[in-house]
């Protein structure tokens, strides 16, 4: 079965980086989009991150765009998350999540899910 399983999440200080890893199994993903998502305590799960399995597209949510990277080796059926320049409002257990032909912002139409891995960023 289709298995995402995250890496990579940590305490860091205000300013830091880190970068988390997806590593995906279980089926071809060729024509799958690749997500990334996070959820603060008390908030919804929000958008952070999108590529086409192809690399020919990716999306960032408003709160990341030039902060943070999303990436994927086609070899390692590996995706990325590249965050820089972390604020502690970036402090969540992020997740990663894949769905067939087209990226979406919308967490409802993703069809496979990671069981996620907690970013903290202290001030």
Request: proline share 2%.
């Amino acid at each position: 079965q289709v298995q995402l399983v995250e890496s990579g999440g940590g305490l860091v200080q205000a300013g830091g980086s880190l970068r988390l890893s997806c590593a995906a199994s279980g089926r071809t993903f060729t024509n799958y989009a690749m997500g990334w998502f996070r959820q603060a305590p008390g908030k919804e799960r929000e958008f952070v991150a999108a590529i086409m399995w192809s690399g020919s597209s990716t999306a960032y949510g408003d709160s990341v765009k030039g902060r943070f990277g999303i990436s994927r080796d086609k070899t390692k059926n590996t995706v990325y998350l590249q965050m820089n320049s972390l604020k502690p409002e970036d402090t969540a257990v992020y997740y990663c999540a894949a769905r067939p032909y087209a990226w979406s912002t919308n967490k409802y139409e993703y069809e496979y899910w990671g069981q996620g891995t907690q970013v903290t960023v202290s001030s």
